[in-house]
């Protein structure tokens, strides 16, 4: 019996097909898992709109405190060096600012077409006032009688102006003060029993008038006629214009009275005395000057 021979065994070695199919699957097991995909995000819900805040309310405005009078205002007043409104453009040297001056003065505070005026109560019947500026944050109700700290500062227009720091209101006058535009004369009848410049009574009296030219220095007055044909025969200070100081006036040009050349005017004057030789009498006039809107600049009829 013939037998057959025996395989030797041998160590075969795989084939490149079948490694290189395993090195493929080892590779695809290395790479990282793909991420799942997120659902796609809602679109956010439109909440309803809330209101806008309230606006926060202004701060109120500092209200101006009372002066302390106590019993007897004029004695307050006096105690404080407190000066009239005018006086105080009278006696400018006294209060200005670039000396490092200050003082106080009173009045009838107004508001009119060109900013606050302080108006004068003790003479010119209201036509006398200065323009005066006070801090914006206070609350005013004009008019009103206040005393102001402050002194005077140079402008443009007008020329001075007094700058308070300090405000305080005074009680309502017992007669209030008619409000009129300033340095204007008023407008009132011509009284009967007037008398020309020329036959004035040194005892004083209401005078009839025309103005012939307003004099360059405050402290001259101004020249005064029977009429406008005639020569000066007077000279005539008003309320408020009081003598200068050496050649130093202590008014400005916008702080004359405004009366107008050639026109007839009335006034109150005080007792005079007779002029020297050679020069003319000086009236001095207790009153504003008026006008009467049916006079003519003819003299009124003499007296019977």
């Known amino acids: 019996m013939s037998c057959a021979p025996k395989r030797e065994r041998t160590n075969a070695k795989p084939s490149c097909a079948f490694a290189a199919l395993c090195g493929l699957v080892l590779a695809c097991g290395n790479e990282p898992a793909a991420k799942p995909e997120s659902p796609p995000a809602s679109s956010p819900v439109s909440q309803p709109s809330k209101p806008d805040p309230a606006p926060e309310p202004l701060p109120k405005r500092p209200e101006v405190e009372a002066f302390p009078a106590g019993n007897d205002e004029a004695q307050a007043l006096q105690a404080i060096h407190s000066l009239p409104a005018w006086s105080a453009a009278l006696e400018r040297y006294r209060f200005l600012a670039r000396r ?32 005066v500026s006070v801090d914006a944050a206070l609350e005013l109700s004009l008019p009103m009688r206040a005393v102001l700290w402050g002194a005077w500062h140079p402008e443009t227009e007008p020329r001075w102006r007094w700058r308070a720091t300090r405000v305080e209101s005074l009680s309502p006058a017992k007669t209030p003060l008619a409000l009129v535009p300033a340095f204007e004369p008023l407008e009132a009848p011509m009284p009967d029993g007037i008398s020309l410049p020329s036959e004035a009574s040194r005892r004083g009296g209401t005078i009839s008038f025309v103005v012939k030219k307003r004099s360059d220095r405050v402290g001259d007055g101004w020249l005064i006629a029977d009429d406008s044909k005639g020569k000066a025969v ?8 009081a003598d200068s100081y050496g050649d130093q006036s202590q008014l400005a040009s916008d702080e004359r009275w405004k009366l107008r050349k050639n026109t007839r005017y009335w006034a109150k004057i005080r007792s005079f005395r007779p002029p020297s030789p050679g020069e003319l009498p000086v009236f001095r006039a207790r009153s504003g000057p008026h006008w009467d809107r049916t006079a003519t600049n003819a003299p009124p009829a003499p007296k019977q």
């Open 100 to 131: 490092g001056q200050s003082g106080s003065i009173h009045g009838l505070l107004v508001e009119t077409e060109s900013g606050l005026r302080l108006v004068d109560e003790t003479i010119g019947q209201g036509a006398l006032s200065i323009p």
């Open 234 to 241: 007077a000279r005539l200070l008003l309320p408020g214009e």
